[in-house]
């Protein structure tokens, strides 16, 4: 009981303090906790009947230049004079006058208007009505709110520093609003007896559409139509404003300042529920308004530039696709050169064959001819016949001088490939653990890490492949095939997606260094073909790992053979009968075959990527309660 007579003063306290002063926004600590609860249960209840509900798309929001004939007046220094006011197309009996001031340092304007209708009538979005000055730039400036009676009328005075402008009247959701809208029902009418300069200048300034306030959202579940009529209007413009507010994003853009707004409006509940003096209800009402409004007008510049930012992102991939697709034409319009040249080349050889046996018909048709007459006589024949058995005999010798030549240039060939093999694994060797194996090279990199639950490459990966691609890039012709592996821990999909990604971030960043992506593959094996036990950290670690295997003619290896599956699998990590891993056992050369010693149908070890799995956002989590990643050390 205590501590409720306390929070009973203290409001009270603060509810005199604000009718008494201008300055409500800098209120105690104390008052500010209790207005803050007041706010939370005036939202609950308010929440009851009109709920903010979340878009799926933050609207991109448009505004349009409008343009209209106002004349604008250049008023003279020091002087006073009176200006009309006519209704426009929206509001044709609207009328009224003002009188302007010009006094040291600003304008002061007299204004009162009549035949106003209730701003409601041009949709249940606008509340209240707004005084601008235009600039004849184009330059709008909020002088002020119209406060119109029961009767259509209003007066009001404002001041502006501005010396040269005309004036308009536009229905808006609340007076704080920063920028007119199109809904213009009055606008200033020079006099004859005008003191000034008049401008007939048609001012161009940027205006929010109708209905604009109301991207994705329906008009009538504005708070200001659940509210009580008798409310004030001050308190039914805060209401809509930190709606509009929220309903445009300022709870992504705007935070702190919608924040603000919702303790502001939370007071201003507070005070109508207790029935406390309008000028207290009103002030804090006002500051609401006011900073849902900046709330408003930072969302829609952030998401907008968030827009910008997209937009420029899209139109970057687009031109590196474009790129990719000039050079794939490229290499494809190459390639068809170089068969068209093979192709004309066989040609040629083909009527060179033709023109030779044309040629050896023509002299078999003279040996006959030769054979026939040389029959009589039996010594001639049978010289001729030990001259062809000769010349049998010496093309038998040139036949087998051509093979043994042949056998040479292979053995020569091989030789060469043995080198370049060689060369190459001391290469790979000075950057990385590397293995000659029936496969090809294969090398490890068992310091490289990827980040958590991530594909991403870490800068000590991205120095190793740096210095494998310029490794490879003095061998256009290998062939690289890169496999990712994971451990047994998550889903078969979540594993494959990851091995999958992790083997393609390695070779995108290999071909960003000029490894020519056509010479590489890269594949996911999930958690298939494992190394070491699953059953223990040590044993999951070495199972999550990328491999690089090297092949090529050039190196005397079939590029592009395909791992085999390995025929031992690591323990479980408990059977049946409650068989593990030895905890101690580690994978090595003897129980892990390398491309040397491994029987047919093994995979050799290759390079390793250890660390923890790295999976990128988009891929479900392992489960679908929404557990953290698959990853355990």
Same mark, same amino acid.
């Given at each position: 009981?205590?501590?409720?007579?306390?929070?009973?003063?203290?409001?009270?306290?603060?509810?005199f303090s604000l009718a008494q002063s201008d300055n409500a926004q800098e209120s105690t600590t104390g008052t500010s906790q209790q207005s803050t609860a007041g706010s939370s249960q005036q939202t609950t209840g308010l929440s009851s009947t009109s709920q903010v509900v979340p878009m799926s798309q933050t609207p991109v929001y448009h505004v349009n230049v409008v343009e209209r004939s106002v004349k604008a007046v250049d008023y003279r220094h020091r002087s006073s004079s009176k200006i009309d006011f006519r209704g426009t197309d929206l509001n044709p009996q609207g009328?009224?006058?003002?009188?302007?001031?010009?006094?040291?340092?600003? %304008?002061?304007?007299?204004?009162?208007?009549?035949? &106003?209708?209730? =701003?409601?009538?041009?949709?249940?979005?606008?509340?209240?009505?707004?005084?601008?000055?235009?600039?004849p730039d184009g330059r709008a400036t909020n002088l002020g709110e119209v406060l119109v009676d029961e009767h259509g009328k209003s007066e009001t005075k404002v001041t502006t520093p501005l010396q040269a402008f005309g004036m308009i009247v536009t229905a808006e959701p609340y007076f704080a609003i920063t920028q007119p809208s199109n809904v213009v029902v009055e606008q200033n009418e020079v006099r004859t007896d005008t003191k000034g300069w008049p401008e007939p200048i048609t001012a161009k300034f940027e205006a929010v559409n109708r209905d604009q306030y109301m991207v994705n959202v329906n008009p009538s579940l504005l708070p200001s139509n659940y509210s009580d009529r008798k409310a004030p209007l001050e308190l039914l413009e805060a209401r809509n404003a930190v709606y509009i507010a929220t309903v445009t994003g300022a709870e992504k853009y705007a935070p702190d300042a919608l924040q603000k707004a919702k303790t502001f409006l939370g007071r201003a509940e507070d005070y109508y529920s207790r029935k406390q003096n309008k000028n207290a209800i009103d002030t804090v009402a006002r500051g609401a308004t006011e900073s849902a409004e900046d709330a408003r007008v930072l969302s829609i510049r952030e998401a907008a530039q968030a827009h910008a930012q997209e937009e420029r992102r899209l139109a970057a991939e687009r031109t590196a696709q474009a790129?990719?697709?000039?050079?794939?034409?490229?290499?494809?319009?190459? &390639?068809?050169?170089?068969? =068209?040249?093979?192709?004309?080349?066989?040609?040629?050889?083909?009527?060179?064959? =033709? #023109? #030779?046996?044309?040629?050896?018909?023509?002299?078999?048709? #003279?040996?006959?001819?030769?054979?026939?007459?040389?029959?009589?006589?039996?010594?001639?024949?049978r010289q001729a016949a030990e001259q062809q058995r000769q010349a049998a005999a010496q093309q038998a010798e040139q036949a087998r001088l051509q093979a043994q030549q042949a056998e040479q240039a292979r053995q020569q060939v091989q030789q060469q490939a043995e080198q370049t093999r060689a060369r190459l694994l001391s290469q790979l060797n000075q950057v990385?653990?590397?293995?000659?194996?029936?496969?090809?090279? %294969?090398?490890?990199?068992?310091?490289?890490?990827?980040?958590?639950?991530?594909?991403?490459?870490?800068p000590q990966a991205r120095e190793r492949l740096a210095k494998v691609a310029g490794i490879l890039l003095a061998y256009p012709d290998l062939h690289l095939e890169v496999d990712g592996y994971t451990d047994s821990i998550g889903s078969d999909q979540y594993n494959q997606q990851l091995s999958e990604k992790r083997a393609a971030a390695v070779r995108d960043y290999l071909s960003s260094q000029g490894v020519q992506l056509n010479n590489m593959v890269a594949e996911g094996f999930g958690k298939n073909d494992p190394i070491a036990s699953n059953a223990t950290a040590q044993g999951r670690q070495e199972n999550r790992r990328v491999e690089l295997v090297v092949s090529g003619q050039a190196i005397g290896t079939n590029a592009g053979a395909a791992p085999a599956t390995n025929a031992a699998q690591p323990a479980n990590t408990g059977n049946a009968q409650g068989e593990t891993a030895p905890a101690n056992q580690q994978p090595n050369q003897q129980n892990a075959p390398t491309g040397n010693n491994a029987p047919a149908g093994t995979t050799a070890p290759s390079t390793t990527m250890p660390g923890t799995n790295s999976a990128p956002a988009n891929i479900p989590p392992a489960n679908a309660t929404g557990t953290p990643p698959h990853e355990s050390l």
């Open positions: 009981m205590k501590k409720l007579f306390l929070v009973l003063a203290l409001c009270a306290f603060t509810t009328g009224g006058e003002a009188k302007v001031e010009s006094k040291s340092g600003r %304008i002061q304007i007299d204004a009162s208007f009549d035949h &106003l209708p209730p =701003a409601t009538s041009f949709g249940p979005e606008y509340l209240t009505y707004v005084l601008w000055a235009i600039t790129q990719a697709r000039a050079e794939a034409e490229a290499q494809q319009r190459a &390639l068809a050169q170089q068969q =068209a040249q093979a192709a004309e080349q066989q040609r040629l050889q083909a009527e060179q064959q =033709a #023109q #030779q046996a044309a040629r050896q018909a023509q002299e078999a048709a #003279q040996q006959r001819a030769q054979a026939q007459q040389e029959l009589q006589q039996a010594e001639a024949a990385l653990q590397t293995r000659d194996t029936a496969r090809g090279l %294969i090398s490890t990199m068992p310091d490289v890490l990827f980040g958590f639950d991530k594909y991403t490459l870490t």
